[in-house]
């Protein structure tokens, strides 16, 4: 495995990130996301069209580009790395959302203020999620015997997450929400979506601040899978950023797309456990058998298509 050099330039990156901060101002200032609503099926629904929509847009953007500049070649290759790379992280995302119903359901948050804590959720893994790429980036170019790491890490916890599919977290034990709780003031009762409340001029915390703490970790837990999962598929700092940061911009209108229906897909954990299992031994296999990138994208739509499927059908309805 080697490491390669990203095509994408200066203005390229600067593009991207003023296009992410453009977005998440629009969506704070201008969508209603500073406004406490429940966000409904219809809403979640479009909001994903679009963000599919703006992913396909800019990876076809990318095509044309890079085929007038480095040739057509090059261009094809991109192009397939960013849409498996978008496809692998989108995959992967769906377990965040039965993380984040487990934590809203525990925390008995009301449907109401799970946007918000979502938005804030957001902005915190685009910033975790930008300093790991960037980091794993120059590891790999600097050490590129560390995607061996990756590889062997990645398989473990496909074959962990196989054995614990079944399994509920116990969010009572958590160590975070343990050590949260003991050095911070948290307040009692329902303060609607503050994060922090004043009481008797004394500053206090609440229960919702717990939950974005969760969210926040959840999601740098996933991190730690999901990164090194996409270098599998290109170490181009550019493909791995944009993919990852696409993927994640559409996280929270998927799980208000899949809040209400998430036990339907309860198979998927299997599948997502087995393109992690079979990403890390591509990543393995490599100096003696280089798996195309065309080839990973069909394995990877394949497991997630018939996990979906098999899903749909062991909890579709019986026949009175």
């Known amino acids: ?52 929509s703006l992913a396909l847009a800019f990876n076809a953007g990318l095509w044309w580009y890079l085929s007038s500049t480095v040739g057509q070649e090059i261009a094809n290759r991109k192009a397939l790395e960013f849409l498996t790379g978008y496809l692998i992280e989108k995959s992967l995302s769906v377990d965040n959302v039965f993380i984040f119903l487990l934590i809203f359901s525990s925390f008995h948050v009301a449907a109401e203020y799970q946007r918000r804590v979502l938005i804030y959720g957001v902005l915190g893994a685009i910033v975790m999620r930008a300093i790991m790429i960037l980091a794993g980036a120059w590891i790999v170019r600097e050490f590129s015997w560390v995607l061996y790491i990756f590889g062997a890490f990645l398989v473990v916890t496909g074959m962990r997450m196989l054995v614990m599919a079944e399994k509920t977290p116990d969010l009572a034990k958590n160590p975070v929400l343990k050590f949260a709780r003991r050095h911070l003031r948290i307040s009692d009762g329902d303060h609607g979506e503050k994060f922090c409340v004043q009481n008797n001029g004394v500053r206090y915390f609440t ?20 990164i090194p999962a996409i270098f599998a598929i290109t170490t181009d700092p550019f493909v791995v950023f944009t993919s990852n940061i696409f993927a994640i911009m559409g996280l929270r209108a998927l799980y208000f797309l899949l809040a209400d229906v998430a036990d339907r897909f309860h198979l998927l954990k299997y599948g997502l456990a087995m393109v992690l299992t079979f990403i890390g031994a591509k990543m393995l296999v490599a100096p003696w058998y280089h798996v195309p990138v065309s080839a990973s994208l069909a394995i990877v739509a394949v497991l997630i298509g018939a996990s979906v499927v098999a899903s749909l059908i062991a909890t579709r309805p019986k026949a009175q």
């Open 1 to 52: 495995m080697i490491s390669e050099i990203s095509v994408a330039e200066p203005w390229m990156w600067s593009a991207f990130i003023v296009f992410v901060l453009v977005m998440l101002v629009l969506d704070l200032f201008v969508f209603g996301g500073n406004k406490a609503h429940k966000v409904g099926v219809k809403e979640a629904a479009l909001w994903s069209l679009v963000w599919v």
């Open 207 to 226: 229960p919702l601040f717990l939950v974005l703490i969760l969210i926040e970790v959840s999601d740098l837990i996933f991190a730690v899978d999901s």
